[in-house]
């Protein structure tokens, strides 16, 4: 593979970053951005104080083992309390946006409008006017998995009632925070939570319980539509005045082909219309990918289903999800190969038989402490093309990256290693495939909590003390590095 002899030549030289060759020179662009990100759930802790509901992983978490480490996040780095450290990591590190999620229980305790929590609406009034005084652009994630928990009780986005709840609680956003806010981002996502997460449903419960198959796209559709609504309410009612932008964050591996057979060709295909085109064709183009859907209808009805799993979108629904984006933003981590996966037929119904593409991660790609993280900034790279040449080539925003490493790494070279690599790869897309990437975030600015790996790996710039009540924070090399990319605009000064 490309990144082979990329990634293994700046490996050999792992501690001598002056001397790998493949670094560029270039610097980013003057109105390049660059920011770190976190989520509520993630690192504000106080779970259930101040007036705040409890959320499905409140729910989840405290019902089954689901955390390898047994941890929790009811304190997590009690950022509800030390918001104002969080905001000096912030300055420290020079970004120009801190990308953050408002906890839709902590702001609406039972989901609906019926009960506003003032303790909710100040705290995010004081974190938002914090950032703005340090002249921090505050970006904010409407939701990033914490659905309120008598919301989940009701189907979570399997109902389609989640519609209206979602955009009531998003306008109510509007109304509180977006003569402050100019980047909205929706959902966070949707790919990990309607199709990924579920199989940790099925550890549990058994393929026989869980609806797998039908919850998948149930939970994508609303989501789309959702969404949508959300993007046309704002640009009726508050666009001309707020000046924001929106967009959804959607998450994907690069799926290339592990050889050039067109078998393989074809799997990487299929997997990525699956995993990205899934939600971002219907935004482009008005629907679902071809692939999906005659894959899906003919599964369901060989599978004996009256209806095709896939559900479709009105004219209307199409009208308003089609363009619903200012911007494509995307959480990329890592890549993957792909291979047709002969063996699973239709005997099951889920989304992994229907893609039917079995995935591998190249051994020559360097590991790090999740599993599914390898290191492959060749893939961004394509990833980015593969945007600009199937979407239009729009404005793209990398919403999160970021690698995982054991708990208390303060010089944690393999993640400068990455972040190095990474940014090269996208100073290349930029200069040389002229790809409009504007912005670039690090995931995390903290350890946080990572949910069912708890506190086991960790994504931060800053290191956190998890033992100390005062959850202290404690910038890494890598936040160092980080700060110094961002005042120099180039990755050789160091
Ligand atoms: C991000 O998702 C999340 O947005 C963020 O909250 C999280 O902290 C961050 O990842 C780091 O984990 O266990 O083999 O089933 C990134 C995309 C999708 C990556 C789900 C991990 C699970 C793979 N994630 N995937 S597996």
Request: a negative charge; glycine letters at 6%.
């Amino acid at each position: 593979m490309q990144c082979k002899w990329i990634v293994t030549g700046c490996l050999t030289l792992l501690f001598n970053w002056t001397s790998c060759q493949e670094i560029s020179n270039l610097t980013f662009p003057d109105s390049f951005l660059f920011g770190a990100a976190s989520s509520a759930y993630q690192i504000e802790g106080a779970w259930n104080e101040s007036g705040k509901g409890p959320s499905k992983w409140d729910f989840i978490i405290h019902a089954v083992p689901i955390v390898v480490d047994g941890s929790n996040a009811e304190v997590a780095c009690d950022s509800y309390h030390r918001y104002n450290e969080d905001i000096a990591a912030l300055k420290e590190l020079g970004v120009n946006y801190y990308r953050f999620s408002i906890a839709w229980p902590r702001l609406l305790p039972r989901g609906f409008l019926n009960e506003i929590n003032p303790d909710g609406v100040q705290y995010y009034n004081n974190l938002i006017d914090g950032l703005l005084a340090e002249g921090i652009e505050p970006w904010v994630t409407i939701f990033h998995a914490d659905t309120p928990f008598p919301i989940y009780y009701l189907g979570d986005w399997n109902n389609a009632n989640i519609v209206e709840y979602f955009t009531d609680y998003a306008d109510l956003l509007f109304q509180l925070f977006g003569d402050r806010i100019k980047t909205w981002l929706t959902i966070n996502e949707p790919l990990m939570y309607c199709a990924t997460f579920i199989k940790n449903a099925v550890r549990f419960l058994g393929q026989v319980s869980v609806p797998t198959g039908v919850t998948e796209y149930l939970c994508g559709h609303n989501v789309l539509r959702a969404h949508a609504k959300t993007y046309r309410l704002y640009e009726e009612k508050y666009k001309s005045s707020q000046k924001g932008r929106i967009s959804i964050v959607l998450n994907t591996d690069f799926s290339m082909p592990a050889s050039d057979s067109e078998a393989d060709v074809n799997a990487a295909q299929t997997k990525r219309d699956f995993d990205l085109g899934w939600f971002l064709h219907p935004l482009v183009y008005g629907d679902y990918p071809q692939r999906m859907i005659d894959n899906i209808g003919n599964h369901s009805s060989a599978q004996g289903y009256p209806f095709s799993r896939l559900p479709s979108f009105t004219v209307k629904e199409k009208k308003d999800i089609i363009g619903a984006y200012d911007f494509i933003a995307i959480n990329h981590y890592t890549s993957e190969l792909t291979v047709p996966n002969n063996s699973s037929g239709i005997t099951v119904s889920s989304y992994d038989d229907d893609h039917n593409i079995a995935t591998f991660k190249d051994p020559s790609w360097a590991g790090s402490a999740a599993s599914w993280l390898k290191v492959c900034p060749q893939g961004f790279r394509e990833m980015l093309v593969y945007l600009k040449n199937h979407y239009k080539n729009p404005e793209i925003v990398i919403t999160e990256q970021g690698y995982a490493d054991e708990p208390n790494t303060l010089n944690d070279m393999e993640r400068i290693n990455y972040y190095r690599l990474y940014l090269n790869d996208a100073l290349k897309a930029i200069y040389e495939d002229g790809v409009k990437l504007t912005a670039y975030t690090a995931w995390s600015l903290l350890d946080s909590f990572e949910w069912d790996s708890g506190y086991s790996i960790r994504f931060g710039l800053y290191h956190v003390d998890f033992e100390d009540g005062r959850r202290t924070r404690t910038p890494k090399e890598s936040a160092r590095f980080y700060k110094n990319v961002i005042s120099t605009r180039k990755l050789t000064d160091l």
